[in-house]
């Protein structure tokens, strides 16, 4: 008897990412000059005051306004980052941060899941192409892979957010991988923000571009291969057992 299709979500299921997609949009359209460096700067003086007045209330409003960024793939992921560090320093920025990111990135991969389900899944198992043999990856050695293409994204955050929900990667390794992974980075960018005051005093714009330089790309290079590690060890044995 031939297996049956599994079932098509409803639009019930499909709701939320109707959802974050419609406000992924309306954000892209008109929120672009608000989520900004400029608009950090140009704001400091009430942020850092509001900061200094209502510190538990500033720091909850940061984390859900940087959860709202990340779940709806709104623009100013960077500029949140910057400001969390500007706001609380290395630390707790980076905390806030990393975690803030984690949750957004959870509620993307919870809504996907939920809008395509088991029915798309299988029809990336009947394609080819680069997505079937990332998949392909990514389920043979799950946590090393995820680890390794946050550390080093190669893909689009969004993009990493998506995939593991419709191969069916279990929640707590998606999100274990997803903090861990951008932890590096995380905290590079949070230290960045830090720095800002004296970027604000010289009138000048933060080099975000210092991720690349070889005394920070090497580290987060070697990081991302060690995490590969176990999937060579693992397949070099295959090998051996083959021959």
Known sequence: ??????????????????????????????????????????????????????YLLTASAFIAAYIAIVAFSLPGATAATLTGGFLFGLFPGAFFNLTAATIGAVLIFLAVRAGFGRALSARIDAGEGRVKQ??????????????????????????????????????????????????????????????????????????????????ILGPLLGLAALSLLPVVVRAYRSRKGVE
Do not use: C, K
């Open 134 to 215: 990332i998949t392909a990856a990514i389920r043979a050695n799950e946590v090393p892979v995820l680890l390794s293409l946050r550390l080093m994204p190669v893909l689009p955050f969004f993009v990493m957010n998506v995939i593991p929900a419709l191969i069916g990667v279990r929640l707590s390794v998606f999100a274990a991988t997803t903090f861990f992974g951008i932890m590096p980075g995380g905290f590079i960018y949070t230290w960045v923000g830090a720095g800002l005051g004296e970027v604000f005093a010289r009138d000048e714009t933060p080099d975000m571009g210092i991720i690349f330089e070889p005394h």
């Open 1 to 54: 008897m031939a297996e049956l299709p599994p079932p098509r979500p409803g639009w019930r299921q499909r709701l939320p990412l109707i959802v974050i997609a419609v406000v992924a949009v309306i954000g892209a359209l008109t929120l672009r000059d608000y989520l900004s460096f400029e608009a950090l700067r140009d704001n400091r003086a009430a942020l850092l005051a509001f900061r200094d007045a209502h």
